[in-house]
């Protein structure tokens, strides 16, 4: 009798042992699959409703709430769109496409929440010039503009005589905004206006600026070509204007007694160029230009 029974207990173990095995690898299995269809489940993360550019401060409307496979969730998503209004981005969204904190300027008081850093592209510079109203075209330049910039100074071996050229052409507009400076010991408001250069033409720039004065051109959207531009100088500009000069008759005094009148003319030199006289009474003023 005992052996029977000894046979039972090893037989009722065995089939113990293979059921908790079985229940185990049943239950871990199970787990498994539960898991499998969590991570598929989709949830709730903000998306872009349409493209955003670079630079554009998020709105409301700009956002929306939809449905993405847990599992694929980009990395700093939002589930509400309240927290990112305001928030700009450093980064072309596309519609559709997660609203991340890595696409966002950071908060302020972060590192590196400064925005223009983003918007520099690599390997050039930012490079910001004060101008009047009238060399920052108006007020009429906006972030993402292109401009020709014209530099008016003296000649380097003729400080009487200025020539204006373009130094610098299709330059983009990274930003325009205002600082304060003191003339005459008041506070002037000037506008600024931030360009998107490589160094080498940020030296150009910045030393054209020491030496005389801007004026932005400002070029059509389609208009991307180049100007083959000699520069010009008053010697060009009067030259045009010899036959008028010349045919003029001379101003001169109509009463006894009267102080002389004024003779103005170009006549043709022996050397290259023009010669621009001035005559008042007896006093006679020349300047001589080259082409």
Do not use: C
Request: proline residues 9%; hydrophobic residues 40%.
């Amino acid at each position: 009798m005992t052996r029977p029974n000894s046979v039972v207990i090893i037989v009722s173990a065995s089939a113990v042992v293979f059921a908790g095995a079985a229940a185990w690898l049943t239950y871990n299995y199970l787990q498994q699959e539960v898991s499998s269809v969590k991570a598929v489940q989709p949830q709730k993360i903000v998306v872009a409703k349409s493209d955003i550019p670079i630079g554009t401060p998020l709105k409301q409307a700009q956002l929306k709430v939809t449905s993405w496979p847990k599992d694929s969730i980009p990395p700093g998503s939002a589930q509400t769109p309240e927290p990112l209004v305001g928030r700009v981005a450093i980064r072309p969204i596309a519609g559709g496409d997660a609203v991340t904190e890595q696409k966002l300027k950071p908060k302020a008081g972060a590192q590196g929440s400064g925005f223009m850093t983003y918007v520099v592209p690599p390997g050039h510079r930012a490079v910001t010039v004060a101008v009047n109203e009238v060399a920052g075209v108006a007020g009429f330049l906006t972030p993402n503009d292109r401009v020709d910039i014209v530099v008016t100074a003296p000649l380097p071996d003729n400080d009487k005589e200025s020539v204006s050229k373009i130094i610098l052409e299709n330059v983009p507009i990274l930003a325009t905004g205002q600082i304060t400076d003191q003339r005459e010991g008041k506070p002037v408001v000037v506008p600024t206006v931030t360009m998107d250069l490589i160094p080498a033409d940020a030296e150009k720039l910045v030393l054209s600026a020491s030496k005389g004065s801007l004026q932005l051109l400002l070029r059509n959207i389609a208009d991307s070509g180049t100007v083959d531009s000699k520069g010009a100088t008053i010697a060009k500009v009067l030259g045009g204007a010899e036959r008028a000069l010349v045919a003029s008759p001379p101003a001169t005094a109509s009463k006894p007694g009267a102080k002389p009148g004024k003779q103005v003319r170009v006549v043709k030199s022996t050397s290259p160029g023009y010669t621009l006289e001035v005559v008042k009474g007896t006093e006679k003023t020349s300047w001589h230009y080259t082409e």
